[in-house]
């Protein structure tokens, strides 16, 4: 079964890849921009919902609303790095500010975006504004360029105001012990190790612990058990069979 979901997964992504070489020339034409969007490789970081995208120039110019989305082209998954036409802008003049937000067309299938890059056609101008946040289905997200401003600069008070609530939310502190530090009361998703991540750990820690034995009695396996847990036996054996046991 899960080959056969992989094979299918496969086909799809081929023939996106396929539509938007076909759909990228003709976008070319009537575009000056390319915007570059990189989803972040965090656990469930993609996202099917409607994404938009506006341009501020630095006098306060707007775009139109932009989507991004190339048809037949399953987009803004996991760990991709994608490229959508911009509709022309004419004498736009330097990029300064954008403001990106996605519909709720799948309200709970957040997005966690690493950075959005735009590039001039022709004079090759690049502008880039790092992200590094989850785009929730409720909230619109204004980025500046390098996304770097000093407080009493910073024409998005609000936003701020709730960016700061949600991580005092999200890191609420706990003292354990009086006397000692204190702790996050629950450590998020975002600064945990991935099961992925762990289960790689663990297997190196094996190799490691199991070329270190001098035995393989009984007490021994027992022992590598413990150590290499949450390995189970059958890995164990596998480990045995390829000799890295001494």
Not at 1 to 26: D, E, Q, S
Not at 74 to 98: A, H, Q, W, Y
Request: proline share 5%; hydrophobic share 40%; with cysteine.
């Amino acid at each position: 079964m899960g080959n056969i979901v992989a094979f299918v997964k496969g086909a799809l992504h081929y023939l996106g890849n396929l539509a938007f070489h076909l759909y990228k020339p003709n976008a070319l034409k009537n575009c000056d921009h390319l915007i570059h969007v990189q989803t972040g490789d965090k656990k469930g970081a993609g996202t099917d919902a409607n994404v938009y995208i506006r341009l501020f120039n630095e006098t306060g110019v707007t775009s139109s609303e932009i989507l991004l989305d190339v048809p037949f082209r399953d987009d803004l998954e996991k760990g991709t790095l994608e490229v959508f036409p911009c509709p022309m802008l004419g004498d736009f003049g330097p990029i300064s500010r954008i403001e990106i937000w996605r519909d709720e067309a799948a309200p709970w299938d957040d997005w966690y975006v690493d950075y959005v890059m735009i590039a001039h056609v022709g004079s090759k101008t690049k502008y880039y504004f790092p992200v590094h946040r989850w785009i929730r289905s409720y909230r619109r997200y204004s980025i500046k360029e390098f996304d770097v401003v000093l407080p009493q600069h910073d024409d998005c008070h609000a936003a701020r105001a709730d960016e700061l609530k949600e991580k005092r939310m999200l890191y609420e502190f706990v003292r354990q012990v009086p006397g000692l530090p204190t702790q996050v009361k629950t450590l998020p998703v975002d600064e945990s190790f991935s099961n992925e991540y762990k289960v790689g750990s663990n297997f190196v820690s094996a190799v490691l612990t199991v070329k270190t034995v001098k035995h393989k009695d009984a007490v021994s396996f027992v022992c590598y058990k413990k150590l290499i847990s949450p390995l189970d036996g059958a890995t164990i054996f596998e480990l045995i069979k390829l000799n890295f046991l001494l």
